[in-house]
């Protein structure tokens, strides 16, 4: 969920808690974008390194929001930009209710990359 609502919270029978539908902070994926690829040219030799270290970095600032029963999968496509256009598009079968998803995108005069954060629910 990329909105700032808050997460709902539900409690077992137990009395142990667990969060379902967390915040997904959009502006984290942004500054980790804009930290690592603003003032650089594309490089295709770099582009495979830059993609792998992005989706590293953004998958740890995810785990350190501490979102137990979380199963995280980052991915990262960066390109040329050469002014033409580019299409992209995901389906996702999933609980509605506790899965989530954000992501952003950074456009430069030489690049441009897309970051899309999945969040799925252990039940």
Not at 19 to 42: E, G, S
Not at 95 to 118: I, K, P, R
Request: glycine share 4%; charged share 30%; net charge negative.
């Amino acid at each position: 969920m990329i909105s700032d609502e808050k997460p709902v919270t539900s409690a077992t029978t137990d009395g142990n808690t667990f969060v379902i539908r967390p915040n997904y902070k959009q502006k984290l994926i942004h500054q980790v974008l804009v930290d690592r690829l603003k003032t650089v040219q594309y490089d295709p030799e770099s582009a495979s390194k830059w993609t792998k270290e992005i989706a590293d970095e953004v998958r740890n600032k995810i785990k350190e929001l501490d979102l137990p029963r979380y199963k995280i999968a980052v991915s990262v496509t960066l390109g040329e930009n050469r002014g033409e256009g580019a299409r992209m598009a995901c389906k996702c079968l999933w609980d509605a209710d506790a899965d989530g998803m954000a992501q952003d995108t950074l456009v430069t005069d030489s690049l441009f990359c897309v970051v899309a954060v999945f969040g799925v629910f252990y039940y």
